[in-house]
């Protein structure tokens, strides 16, 4: 164990996806982007961790049009793969979702057009996902009905705290053109959860990564899985890439949330520790493996003077 850690094991482990964009027919997404092989692609990249989230929230725009068979065929992609791994599946609504044909083909409900709100009891933390979908519309909204159903849940704290999912995130933008598709009437809900055990608020809808605060919890979202978009832009301007997509790991300490981001792909190998090697790094003190390590400036041999071999140069 290595005893120079100042921060204990995270009590919660998340996998957070937004923005899947499935097509109707299995078709591409404005002509080039494959939609689900990105999502297989995840999927694959994330088992190389061998780790295994207690819950896969999926923060809305799960289908780009509302098709039935959409629904399905993600469905029928993530549901192996979350029992492979032990998780709960959270699904979240989208501007792009469409009620009834979300709920019949993920929740197997007929509740019809009813705003999709959930509490999930995840090992004693509870995610709240959020539908913050306006019907026909791309802006977000949370109802008056919404939100005093949001206040009598969060008036009762739950043992490990709250997280809220919901697709429209309470953020600003550097593109100005978010503003009118953004969540609106954003201090409404910020008098619901403030004071509250909220500890985080995932969200999706701007298709990059991104990270604030609201109501003094963090909220981090999750960029898209099917293509982004390109801040590097001018002005008043947008470009959606195929590229840059990437899904985020939610752990939560005892006093914060970190949010890390893990791009989709492959990428060429710099130099690798293996299990083994960690192992032996954690045993020893804080010398040793300073030690261990390349210094700047200087070529690796190989070979550590601990004795632990290495494979190319740590810094």
Not at 6 to 11: L, V
Not at 21 to 40: Q, W
Not at 119 to 130: E, F, Q, Y
Not at 194 to 217: K, M, N, P, Q
Request: charged share 20%; aromatic share 6%; glycine share 6%.
């Amino acid at each position: 164990m290595n005893t120079e850690a100042q921060h204990p094991a995270p009590e919660h482990f998340i996998l957070h996806i937004s923005d899947t964009h499935f097509v109707a027919d299995n078709d591409l997404l404005h002509g080039s982007v494959d939609s689900d092989e990105n999502l297989r692609q995840l999927f694959h990249d994330f088992a190389k961790a061998q780790v295994k989230p207690e819950a896969i929230v999926f923060t809305g725009d799960l289908a780009d049009t509302g098709r039935p068979d959409a629904y399905v065929r993600l469905r029928n992609m993530v549901e192996p793969v979350a029992e492979e791994l032990g998780a709960k599946i959270i699904w979240v609504m989208g501007n792009h979702d469409e009620r009834a044909a979300f709920r019949t083909g993920l929740l197997d409900s007929d509740a019809g057009q009813e705003s999709v709100d959930i509490v999930h009891d995840i090992n004693g933390l509870r995610i709240i996902a959020l539908d913050s979908t306006v019907p026909g519309k791309h802006h977000g909204e949370i109802t008056d009905e919404q939100l005093t159903w949001l206040q009598d849940i969060l008036a009762t704290p739950a043992p490990h705290g709250t997280l809220i999912a919901l697709h429209h995130p309470p953020v600003p933008s550097p593109l100005p053109i978010m503003a009118k598709f953004e969540l609106r009437e954003q201090s409404r809900f910020e008098k619901i959860i403030e004071g509250t055990d909220v500890r985080g608020i995932l969200a999706g809808h701007l298709h990059y990564s991104t990270f604030s605060t609201f109501a003094g919890a963090p909220v981090t979202v999750a960029s898209a899985t099917c293509y982004t978009q390109d801040l590097n832009v001018p002005e008043n301007s947008m470009r959606g890439q195929d590229g840059a997509q990437a899904f985020n790991l939610i752990h939560l300490y005892q006093d914060r949330m970190l949010s890390s981001v893990v791009p989709i792909g492959e990428f060429s190998t710099v130099y690798t520790v293996t299990a083994e090697q960690m192992a032996a790094f954690e045993k020893m003190s804080l010398e040793e493996a300073t030690a261990a390590m390349t210094a700047p400036g200087e070529e690796s041999d190989g070979e550590a003077s601990t004795g632990v071999e290495l494979t190319g140069s740590v810094r």
